[in-house]
């Protein structure tokens, strides 16, 4: 009995971490795109332990990092303003340092991670009933997921770079949730459920009319030089 406990209790923790993998994986990809090939990998590897261990730490000090007021409206921002900075990026490989970029990918990769781990930890927290021990072997488990995730994701914006504004779309919608999920605006959209979907909708038109008007002003200025 108690081991079916422990095994079902993996299962949840590695369940919870797949799902919320698809957004590590993808903040991860859009970080990493200007790497040179030498750099994408380490940065992945790197990145993604990084993220994993502060997962964990979030983890074990979640109940007391949610009672803090306007956490996840002030992370829901700095979300978004981070999907903003990586649909900006400038993609010449001219303007790119290797060095520089490599941790501030890293970084990136890091600070995204902690934010989008604020509205979830609670819910790992939750599936291993308490047990640490649970929690950090399903994340462990999780660390090839995501990697691997990262690649896929990164080869295939490689390919299509219009793939960056879906990735960058997909943080911005994931910011919207963490925004209408704050309990200092639960009185709110419980009052009006109806703005709830167009609030994730506007964070989404953020980065598209965001991303689109910085391209346009950067083709403005390379083509007037």
């Not at 080869?155 to 949730?177: C, D, E, Q, S």
Request: charged fraction near 10%.
């Amino acid at each position: 009995m108690f081991e079916t406990e422990i095994i079902t209790s993996i299962l949840f923790i590695i369940g919870i971490d797949i799902v919320l993998g698809g957004d590590n994986a993808v903040v991860i990809a859009l970080a990493c795109r200007n790497l040179p090939n030498s750099h994408k990998g380490k940065a992945i590897i790197i990145g993604t332990a990084l993220a994993v261990g502060l997962r964990i730490a979030l983890t074990i000090v979640a109940v007391y990092l949610l009672t803090l007021p306007y956490l996840l409206i002030i992370g829901s921002l700095f979300l978004l303003l981070i999907s903003l900075k990586l649909v900006r990026e400038d993609d010449s490989p001219e303007t790119i340092d290797s060095k520089y970029s490599f941790w501030g990918a890293i970084r990136t990769i890091v600070v995204a991670d902690l934010i989008m781990g604020l509205d979830n930890v609670l819910a790992i927290a939750g599936a291993a009933n308490g047990q640490l021990y649970l929690v950090v072997f399903g994340l462990l488990i999780s660390i090839p997921i995501i990697v691997w995730g990262s690649r896929m994701i990164l080869h295939a914006l490689n390919r299509f770079p219009v793939l960056i504004y879906v990735g960058a779309g997909i943080l911005a919608l994931t910011a919207g949730k963490m925004f209408t999920n704050a309990p200092e605006l639960k009185t709110f959209y419980y009052t009006y459920p109806s703005l709830e979907i167009p609030t994730h909708w506007l964070f989404l038109f953020i980065i598209i009319v965001g991303g689109w008007y910085y391209k346009r002003n950067a083709y403005k200025t390379h083509g007037a030089n």
